[in-house]
Every structure is written in C-alpha cells, then in structure tokens.
C-alpha cells in the first residue's frame, strides 16, 4: 500500500468528527420533538377512552350489585362497596368485588390510567335508589380531556364544553341536563 492510502485508511478507523456527532444528535432531537407531542395525544385519547369503558363498567357493575343486593341496600354508594374484598375473605354486600382494587378503592377519588373515578347518591342511607358515577382527568390537558359521568339510567355522558377537572363527582341532575352533558358517542 502506498503512504496515501495507508493514511486515509487510519482517518476513516478514527471514528466520527465532534461536528458529525453534533449533527446526528441534532437530528435526533428534531425528530424527537416532533414525535413526543404526538404519543402524548395519543396517551390521553387512550386515557380518555379507558375513563369510557371504566364507567361502563362501574354501571355494569352497579347493575349485578342491584340483582344479587339490591333488596336489601339497592344501588352500592361508594366504590369500595363494588371493589374487592380482603384476602381470602368472601364477596359480600360491603365488597362485591366486581371492580378492580383500582377503581373499587377506599377512599375516592380512586385514580386508574390519568382518571379519578367517584360514586355517589343522593340518598343518605340504605336503600340507595340512585347513584352517579364519574370520571374526571387527574391532569388535565396531560392525562385527559373528558369529564364522563353516567347514573342508573344507564346513559354515559360527557360534559359539553369540559374545560377543566372536576374535584367531586357529579350529581345526579347535573349529569343529566342536556346542557351540561352530552350522550357519549
């Protein structure tokens, strides 16, 4: 080999100039900032869409609780009544377990994928003849966009023009005026 070729041969085994890494790792944070925006939208139409199917669970779940208990309590008036039950302890009318121990906790709000999530009734004691469940961002504009509620009619609804969290569930006739909320499409 020649003197010529032997010294281009050490220059490319020396590796990347400070310039060209430079470059690349401006690249990189280009894409990078174009990307992150995006998959945080998506995590919150994620998120919103699993406060959704939270609340049509917790109605469904209220739908069992009033068939196997409903003669006695009627609707179940706090999460924890529709969450698990202890450790080796049986399902019972104080803890149906028919909700995860996320949304079925102890002390509401019980927060689950950026939501937290309320039960109430406008009844003071037993027999609970109504209840409105709810769900609202625990951040908003960062972990959701959506205030959804639904109540013993069985209809989910989002607020209409939902600007911010809300800090306890919703009652009943508030969820229910069509002012306020929509049906979930």
Same mark, same amino acid.
């Given at each position: 080999?020649?003197?010529?070729?032997?010294?281009?041969?050490?220059?490319?085994?020396?590796?990347?100039?400070?310039?060209?890494?430079?470059?690349?790792?401006?690249?990189?944070?280009?894409?990078?900032?174009?990307?992150?925006?995006?998959?945080?939208?998506?995590?919150?139409?994620?998120?919103?869409?699993?406060?959704?199917?939270?609340?049509?669970?917790?109605?469904?779940?209220?739908?069992?609780?009033?068939?196997?208990?409903?003669?006695? #309590?009627?609707?179940?008036?706090?999460? @924890?009544?529709?969450? =698990?039950?202890?450790?080796?302890?049986?399902? !019972? +009318? %104080?803890?149906?377990?028919?909700?995860?121990?996320?949304?079925?906790?102890?002390?509401?709000?019980?927060?689950?994928?950026?939501?937290?999530?309320?039960?109430?009734?406008?009844?003071?004691?037993?027999?609970?003849a109504d209840y409105t469940?709810?769900?609202?961002?625990?951040?908003w504009n960062s972990t959701?966009?959506?205030?959804?509620?639904?109540?013993?009619?069985?209809?989910?609804?989002?607020? #209409?023009?939902?600007?911010?969290?809300? @800090?306890?569930?919703? =009652?009943?006739?508030?969820?229910?005026?069509? !002012? +306020? %909320?929509?049906?979930v499409q």
């Amino acid at each position: 080999m020649n003197t010529h070729t032997q010294n281009r041969l050490r220059e490319a085994a020396r590796g990347f100039s400070l310039i060209e890494l430079l470059i690349v790792v401006a690249i990189i944070l280009i894409i990078a900032g174009i990307a992150i925006p995006s998959i945080l939208r998506a995590r919150m139409r994620a998120n919103d869409s699993a406060a959704v199917a939270n609340i049509k669970n917790i109605r469904d779940s209220q739908a069992t609780y009033l068939i196997t208990y409903g003669d006695r #309590v009627g609707y179940a008036s706090t999460l @924890a009544t529709l969450g =698990p039950a202890g450790p080796g302890a049986p399902c !019972t +009318q %104080f803890s149906a377990c028919l909700l995860d121990d996320l949304v079925g906790c102890a002390t509401e709000p019980c927060v689950k994928s950026g939501y937290g999530y309320f039960l109430i009734s406008s009844s003071s004691s037993p027999p609970f003849a109504d209840y409105t469940s709810t769900a609202t961002p625990v951040g908003w504009n960062s972990t959701g966009q959506k205030n959804v509620c639904a109540s013993e009619d069985g209809i989910l609804r989002e607020q #209409v023009t939902a600007t911010a969290s809300v @800090a306890a569930g919703i =009652p009943r006739n508030t969820c229910g005026d069509p !002012t +306020q %909320f929509k049906p979930v499409q």
